[in-house]
């Protein structure tokens, strides 16, 4: 199976996937299994983000709670893909998507990274916010600075890491449904499930994390 990272063709084994939830077990039971589910950023909502090391102070839950009620949570419905939010569309999902983020983005606190804001929406938003912390970006910073260079007449970021990561998810498409095929028919109850209920998003992101 071919799974695309930062542009590039890896053979995936299934294993992978199998590997990370049976290592991180409490992750996905209490972040991934819930993410999608919440109706409003929450202390408990918070709380599973720490258990996926997001190292959200109460203070910082506290900022995140106030902030996230006058958020633009209309603009990225429940369900909407990052696969199908094409960036060089104005004013579309895309755009919706970056109100949402720099709702939370502009004007942080200090200690408020990528990180945090990306584990919070993405457990609100699971199919369009893809986890950015530094192992992801790491995997992605050559390609997110080559697709911002290449979309530099419509738009002005400097790394384009959703627009990479949302190439990469069109181009995997496939291969991700074969592995989340293989993961639904396995054994143990835990990645079972999980396979039935993350997104292609989280899926891929489990992927490039384990690589």
């Not at 049976?22 to 109706?39: F, I, P, Q, R, V």
């Not at 709670?65 to 094409?86: H, N």
């Not at 790394?159 to 069109?170: E, F, P, S, V």
């Amino acid at each position: 199976m071919k799974v695309f990272v930062a542009g590039e063709p890896l053979d995936v084994a299934t294993d992978l996937a199998r590997q990370y939830v049976n290592n991180h077990w409490k992750t996905a039971k209490e972040y991934d299994l819930k993410a999608g589910t919440y109706d409003e950023v929450s202390e408990r909502l918070i709380k599973s983000t720490r258990v996926f090391s997001s190292r959200i102070s109460k203070v910082e839950c506290g900022w995140f709670i106030k902030c996230a009620l006058t958020a633009p949570w209309l603009g990225v419905e429940l369900g909407e893909c990052l696969s199908m939010a094409d960036p060089l569309e104005q004013g579309g999902v895309y755009d919706k998507g970056l109100d949402l983020w720099n709702h939370f983005s502009i004007g942080r606190p200090t200690g408020i990274a990528d990180a945090k804001i990306s584990k919070v929406l993405h457990a609100m938003r699971p199919s369009f916010f893809p986890v950015l912390d530094s192992r992801v970006r790491k995997h992605y910073k050559s390609q997110a600075l080559s697709v911002a260079r290449e979309m530099a007449d419509q738009r002005s970021f400097k790394y384009a890491y959703w627009a990479a990561i949302r190439l990469d998810l069109l181009a995997s498409d496939r291969a991700l449904a074969e592995v989340r095929s293989e993961l639904q028919s396995d054994k143990n109850g835990l990645i079972n499930e999980w396979a039935k209920h993350v997104s292609d998003v989280r899926l891929h992101d489990v992927l490039v994390w384990s690589k």
